[in-house]
């Protein structure tokens, strides 16, 4: 017997916050009963276990993809409002996969998606550590003083942020190296010592970088990769 939102986040069905999501909404029913306790378990070989009344099956295989995400594109399966979504780059990949964290809608780079909910939620835990590098471009010119306040941490949203590896690679160009997944964190610390980004792409999700991968595509990850990635996530 396992938590229900880790049997859906195994499924590929979401992450594991998302599945709880789904839960508190009435969308998930185990053997015909709405279930809306989160600390519920079930069986997934035997239980009949349902999302808005689509039998999950747990995967015969897990697949991981990289994807170079444009800006103008919502890290969503889907989305209310109708704008494109990274599954919309998957062409000829059938198998449900969704997206690892966030990428701002008008952010590009380096994006996971998986089925495989374990990993994702390791990559996504802040207690994992893993980092992120992002080169961001601002308004102005950061000085030493500028780099160093955000190294040691900002207030942002009423809460000071981790201390991050920041580096200046050009008038108006940084390196930041974070291991926090705050809602547009990166940009929102550049806001707090004056300087806005106005173009952010992400350049590496842990081991994993590709500066060869065109803007818009996407590649299965290899098993090294995947292999280095659970390592970083502790997952061994």
Do not use: F
Request: with cysteine.
């Amino acid at each position: 017997m396992e938590r229900l939102q880790k049997i859906l986040s195994q499924a590929g069905v979401a992450s594991r916050r998302a599945s709880e999501k789904l839960m508190t909404e009435g969308r998930v029913t185990v053997n015909g009963t709405t279930i809306l306790e989160l600390g519920t378990k079930a069986d997934s070989s035997r239980d009949d276990i349902r999302v808005d009344g689509r039998r999950i099956k747990i995967p015969e295989r897990h697949i991981y993809l990289l994807v170079n995400k444009p800006s103008g594109y919502v890290t969503t399966r889907s989305d209310p409002q109708k704008r494109r979504t990274v599954i919309d780059l998957l062409k000829g990949v059938r198998e449900y996969v969704y997206p690892v964290g966030r990428l701002d809608y008008d952010s590009e780079g380096l994006l996971i998606l998986t089925n495989d909910g374990d990993l994702a939620a390791r990559l996504t835990h802040p207690r994992h550590g893993v980092p992120r590098v992002y080169e961001a471009t601002v308004l102005g010119e950061p000085d030493d003083h500028d780099v160093q306040r955000l190294a040691k941490g900002v207030t942002i949203d009423g809460q000071r942020t981790g201390p991050a590896e920041v580096t200046s690679i050009g008038a108006s160009r940084l390196r930041i190296t974070v291991r926090e997944g705050r809602n547009r964190q990166v940009r929102k610390m550049c806001d707090a010592i004056g300087h806005p980004v106005t173009q952010l792409r992400r350049v590496a999700i842990g081991p994993v970088r590709d500066a060869r991968l065109k803007l818009g595509a996407w590649r299965p990850l290899t098993a090294h990769e995947v292999e280095r990635l659970r390592a970083a996530a502790k997952q061994v």
